[in-house]
């Protein structure tokens, strides 16, 4: 496959990958996406459109990841399968690439009862694992579903997610091998606090030769208090925070809190690129776009490469 992304070409000539992530904003003012896009250009590689995160209702993915490339930012269009049904989907696709979209992140989607629009139907027409073997169909073969020939194939570079901590634990290896099966290039991670937990799970991937097949990116996300450590903990699904994490930002107090999440947050990426087969990070910094550069900087990652 041709490397369309500047993603792809990082990781693919071995150096180790930094992504990023802008939640689009409840409405149609752009300035929102500016003032974030540029507090992370310059500090990652792609930057991450998330696609109506727990279906509240945002300005189209695919619309703000335009404006990241007329930006000068390579963007990652997230695409959930909540909301479209095959047709559409397709459509989409071919739409993003030829807006200069080039990478995309398939994921099934927070069911609709979450969001600002609890009575809304889904779709799930496809599941995230058959979003994978769509777009490679279309890119590899050219063809869409229906296997009619594609004149123009968009060369999508092919993402999904992946959460080491769900249980049943066993079951996260097993389904990141049904989704490289499927096609998949590269994958994110749920954000990690529970590093001895990440690394059992990268021993899991490693086994079967997981690592060799796909880059994997390992997700962290900065902790601004005490009270974000417990909600995480209690309230997410899947996520392992672990006590003596919450401890440590407890003792930090309320002043230096957003400090010790720093420090966290820093210390475990420097572990993190001793992991055989992490590959790079995707920094999700929840609406704290301005701490991503001193992150990046403190971890020893900057300059960004350019390839």
């Known amino acids: 496959m041709k490397a369309g992304s500047n993603l792809e070409k ?180 749920q954000c990690i606090y529970d590093m001895a937990k990440f690394e059992r799970f990268m021993q899991m991937a490693r086994d079967r030769g997981l690592h060799e097949k796909i880059h994997i990116l390992a997700g962290v996300t900065p902790l601004k208090s005490v009270g974000m450590a417990r909600y995480m903990k209690e309230k997410v699904a899947g996520m392992d925070v672990p006590e003596e994490i919450i401890a440590r930002m407890k003792s930090a107090g309320k002043e230096k809190a957003r400090e010790e999440g720093l420090n966290i947050c820093v210390e475990q990426i420097q572990r993190l690129r001793q992991i055989e087969g992490v590959h790079g990070i995707h920094l999700m910094a929840i609406e704290w776009e301005d701490a991503v550069h001193g992150i990046v900087e403190r971890a020893g990652l900057l300059p960004r490469p350019q390839v």
């Open 10 to 189: 990082i990781l693919t000539s071995g150096k180790f990958a930094v992504t990023g992530e802008l939640g689009p904003p409840k409405g149609a003012d752009v300035s929102v996406i500016e003032r974030k896009a540029n507090l992370l250009k310059g500090n990652v590689d792609a930057v991450n459109v998330t696609d109506n995160q727990t279906a509240i209702v945002r300005m189209s993915s695919i619309a703000v990841g335009a404006i990241l490339q007329r930006m000068g930012i390579e963007a990652t269009m997230q695409m959930v399968c909540r909301d479209r049904n095959r047709i559409a989907m397709q459509s989409d696709i071919f739409g993003a690439y030829a807006l200069g979209l080039r990478n995309i992140l398939c994921l099934s989607g927070d069911h609709q009862k979450f969001g600002n629009q609890p009575t809304a139907k889904n779709v799930f027409d496809l599941d995230s694992i058959q979003l994978i073997q769509t777009v490679k169909l279309m890119r590899d073969e050219h063809k869409v579903l229906g296997g009619d020939e594609i004149e123009g194939a968009p060369a999508m570079f092919i993402g999904a997610a992946e959460n080491p901590f769900a249980d049943p634990f066993e079951y996260r290896v097993i389904r990141l091998a049904k989704k490289v099966a499927a096609g998949v290039d590269f994958i994110q991670t």
